[in-house]
Structures are given as structure tokens and as C-alpha cells.
């Protein structure tokens, strides 16, 4: 709020001002225009975050992880986006993290993996 000065309050009022206009001279036209760019902001930020439900449903931590070295584990994980790594972790409750990167957050699923390798939870969903 502080780098906020006063030009740009009255540009803001500015704004508001021609969108109330439009609105009145035509106001569906305003309603589908400001739905249609909220639709395509959805879109464009919900296509990077897909989950593959299939392969991550696919993908049994705990036996991979009692099979494989946590490095070969790392590298099973890094093919996932950071969206189905986030589900992963959900998935076998896993404890919530601040971790924001994928890689961070698959070499703290590998390390839990390793860690517990029995899923305690598996039958309480």
C-alpha cells in the first residue's frame, strides 16, 4: 500500500469511471467481455497445474521406495509437474511443507519415502 501515491488512485478512479459508463450505455456486452478475459485467465493458469490422475494414481510410493536407492527414487519423481507432486504429497499424507518448487518438493517426498517406506495411512481413506 505504500507505493500506492495518489496518481494512482485518481487513474484507478479514472478506470472505474469508463467501465461504469460502458456499463451503462450496454451492460451485457461489458458483462460477457470482463467474463470472457476472467475464462481465459483460468484457462491459461489451470493448463500448467493438470494432474494426470492415472499416473500418479498409478505410482505406489512405498513399494517404489522400498525398491529403488533415493536417488533413482528422485529421478522417478522429478517426471512429475509440480501440480502431481503436490497431489502425491496429499495423497500419502506426507505432512504439509513450504516448499514452492518441484524439485523441492520431490526430494521431500523422497526423503519421506525413504524414511517411513509403510504407508500407516493406506487403509484410512
Known amino acids: ?17 469508463e467501465l461504469l459508463i460502458a456499463y451503462d450505455k450496454n451492460p451485457s456486452s461489458l458483462t460477457t467481455f470482463l467474463t470472457s478475459i476472467i475464462d481465459d485467465n483460468n484457462k491459461s493458469s489451470g493448463d500448467s ?5 492415472e499416473a500418479v494414481e498409478s505410482f505406489d510410493l512405498f513399494e517404489i521406495a522400498k525398491t529403488l536407492e533415493q536417488r533413482e527414487l528422485l529421478d522417478k519423481l522429478n517426471a512429475f509437474n509440480l501440480a502431481e507432486l503436490k497431489y502425491i504429497q496429499k495423497k500419502y499424507i ?9 524439485k523441492s518438493i520431490a526430494e521431500y517426498i523422497a526423503d519421506q519415502a525413504k524414511k517411513r517406506t509403510v504407508d500407516v495411512f493406506r487403509d484410512q481413506s
Not at 507505493?3 to 478506470?15: A, G
Not at 497445474?49 to 490422475?53: A, F, K, M, P
Open 94 to 102: 506426507l505432512g504439509g511443507s513450504q516448499l514452492r518448487t518441484a
Open 1 to 17: 500500500m505504500a507505493k500506492i501515491n495518489e496518481k494512482d488512485v485518481v487513474v484507478f478512479v479514472k478506470v472505474l469511471n
Open 49 to 53: 497445474l493438470q494432474v494426470n490422475i
